[in-house]
């Protein structure tokens, strides 16, 4: 295949970043014949804390996390086994962080090896080093060494995600850690102060609850802003049952560590109540922050969206400059989704080299919330779907629900909950989705298909359901929010 520009720069496509949405886009690229370069470099968190290449997912995010939340399940499960009859010591099953973190580790640096490897049997070239722009077409890496390597391109795709951020307080820099440093701490966590309540907060705070570890976390305001805040006071619920505690209205005022080494926090609640307590881990989990800081965005003219870090894109990802793109999670007003940037990367590859014109779909993005009682959903929340079309326009089917395997355990079903959330009328087209319970993104994962397809009640009440599971709740709706009756089923198959 011939080369893709006609002009005289030295790349088809450079891409800054290589997290997932980077990599998809460069590799598929690469398919269509375009010449490609990839940058990527890691500054090391202020704990000191620096990866291999692949980005937040495989290195300090989803893979991780997801790790642990397993280890963590295999926790509990271990305790139930004797209500089924499995010989075990309960007394005795205890968490080896070290060995945990090491496994998570091995296999973090596993995939690390992997991508590199599979970036050259691609013939995309890996530059390890910092980018930012001399021009729109010319981008300049920064190597570890310090020397500066000169790359001219057709086209440039922005990747560069975004990393947590910290509070403006005494000490945070110093003494606390992010989801940047949680998963291969040298020591345990011990009693740990988890600042934040967005998703990562919560995973973080069961799987550090789960292992053992004393667990507060620290509430500015509410449970999992821009969620379904039903279903994140039940995820927070289900949490505080499990042993979590919560200190809610408050925000940290200081950091400051003791004399035998452990750190002192001080607070102050909304109420002007002040107070303090002793830790031996400080997690924030506050929000992230793009990494467009060090692009030199200005030298290539793309603008920023106002007041914010993060860029504005059109319909096809381009920025206000012709030839310059951006994925993922740098995006103003996307979903923050692995999934997402890998999908809208490999698009925009095949728009730009393969002739291809579909564009990314945003709409009906689904997610789930790996904390120990999980919360997957898609679609529209409920409030969301009364601000856009009114409250009598739309009807919210609702139940709890019992899983089967939680009876001879005895597990409490109290926050065992879904809704389907759709237009009152005609065939009741299905706005949202949401559920609380075992293996919620397995369950999600399905039925987001369907919603993507036009899904209504009708439809999903037509479908027979596989007994005994949980996914088949949903077909099973027939209370409505609107009638007032209780939506508590009397057994597993009423």
Request: overall charge negative.
């Amino acid at each position: 295949m011939p080369p893709i520009n006609q002009e005289n720069f030295e790349y088809d496509l450079v891409v800054i970043g290589g997290g997932s949405g980077g990599l998809a886009c460069a590799k598929e690229a690469v398919k269509h014949g375009a010449k490609v370069a990839v940058l990527d470099f890691v500054t090391p968190s202020p704990k000191g804390t620096k990866w291999g290449l692949g980005g937040t997912c495989v290195n300090v995010g989803c893979i991780p996390k997801k790790l642990m939340h397993q280890a963590a399940l295999l926790g509990e499960g271990i305790h139930e086994a004797v209500s089924y009859g499995w010989k075990v010591d309960k007394e005795n099953v205890k968490l080896d962080w070290n060995v945990l973190r090491q496994s998570v580790e091995n296999h973090i640096k596993s995939v690390n090896w992997v991508t590199r490897v599979d970036l050259r049997d691609k013939k995309v070239e890996y530059i390890n080093g910092l980018g930012y722009f001399k021009d729109n077409h010319t981008v300049v890496a920064v190597l570890k060494n310090k020397t500066e390597k000169v790359l001219t391109t057709k086209h440039v795709v922005i990747a560069v995600g975004g990393r947590p951020r910290y509070p403006d307080i005494p000490g945070a820099l110093e003494y606390g850690v992010t989801s940047d440093d949680i998963f291969s701490l040298p020591n345990e966590p011990g009693k740990t102060l988890v600042v934040g309540a967005s998703y990562i907060a919560l995973e973080c705070a069961g799987f550090l609850n789960a292992f053992g570890y004393d667990t507060t976390v620290m509430v500015r305001s509410i449970f999992l802003r821009g969620f379904d805040q039903q279903m994140a006071e039940l995820v927070a619920g289900a949490l505080g049952e499990k042993g979590v505690k919560f200190i809610t209205k408050t925000v940290p005022s200081s950091i400051e560590k003791t004399e035998d080494g452990r750190l002192l926090v001080r607070y102050a609640s909304a109420e002007d109540q002040s107070g303090a307590d002793t830790y031996d881990t400080v997690l924030f989990a506050i929000g992230r922050k793009a990494l467009t800081d060090d692009l030199q965005l200005n030298s290539a003219g793309v603008k920023l969206a106002p007041g914010s870090h993060k860029i504005a894109v059109d319909d096809e990802e381009r920025t206000n400059v012709e030839n310059i793109f951006a994925v993922g999670d740098v995006l103003e007003g996307k979903p923050e989704l692995t999934p997402v940037a890998i999908h809208a990367g490999r698009l925009l590859a095949r728009r730009l080299y393969g002739g291809e014109t579909q564009k990314m779909d945003y709409i009906d993005v689904a997610t789930t919330i790996f904390t120990p009682t999980e919360y997957g959903c898609v679609g529209l929340s409920e409030e969301a779907a009364i601000a856009k079309f009114g409250d009598d326009n739309v009807e919210v089917y609702h139940a709890y629900y019992k899983p089967t395997e939680f009876f001879i355990p005895q597990k409490s079903v109290r926050y065992c909950y879904l809704k389907a959330i759709a237009f009152a009328s005609g065939d009741q087209k299905v706005l949202g989705l949401h559920y609380v319970g075992p293996v919620a993104g397995e369950v999600i994962q399905g039925f987001a298909a369907a919603v993507k397809s036009g899904l209504t009640i009708k439809t999903l009440l037509n479908t027979v359901g596989i007994h005994p599971t949980t996914a088949e709740e949903f077909t099973r709706l027939s209370i409505t929010k609107r009638s007032g009756f209780d939506p508590t089923p009397a057994t597993c198959c009423s």
